[in-house]
């Protein structure tokens, strides 16, 4: 199983990016699917969670109201958009899925394949 993650770049504050993360290898739509992200300085934190059948969402108060997660299950994806970018969402930023749960959980030891991480970087 294989999760590539792409969409991150450098942008300014109030900028807005989407991050996209397809999997290939395994068949994940009844799994839950999420992102997080991580800095030298922190560990890795939970950011947006969605269900299997995306009718569900949770975010981290951080990014509440700026962040959408989405997902598609005939391509196999999951989707963040993230609109009026801070420089403290700079990190970098991991999808993950799991392989049984299929709810909403912000808890990582539920999720079992993770991306490469892509680079979120915000400018002031």
């Known amino acids: 199983v294989q999760l590539q993650a792409s969409g991150g770049g450098l942008v300014q504050t109030g900028g807005s990016l989407r991050l996209s993360c397809a999997a290939s290898g395994r068949t994940f739509s009844s799994s839950a699917m999420g992102w997080f992200r991580q800095t030298p300085e922190k560990e890795r934190e939970f950011v947006a969670a969605?269900?299997?059948?995306?009718?569900?969402?949770v975010y981290a108060d951080s990014v509440k109201g700026r962040f959408t997660i989405s997902r598609d299950n005939a391509k196999n994806a999951v989707y963040l958009q993230m609109n009026s970018l801070k420089p403290e969402d700079t990190a970098v930023y991991y999808c993950?899925?799991?392989?049984?749960?299929?709810?909403?959980?912000?808890?990582?030891?539920?999720?079992?394949?993770w991306g490469q991480g892509t680079q979120v970087t915000v400018s002031s």
């Open positions: 969605v269900n299997w059948s995306g009718g569900r969402t």
């Open positions: 993950t899925f799991s392989r049984y749960y299929s709810g909403l959980t912000s808890a990582q030891s539920q999720y079992d394949y």
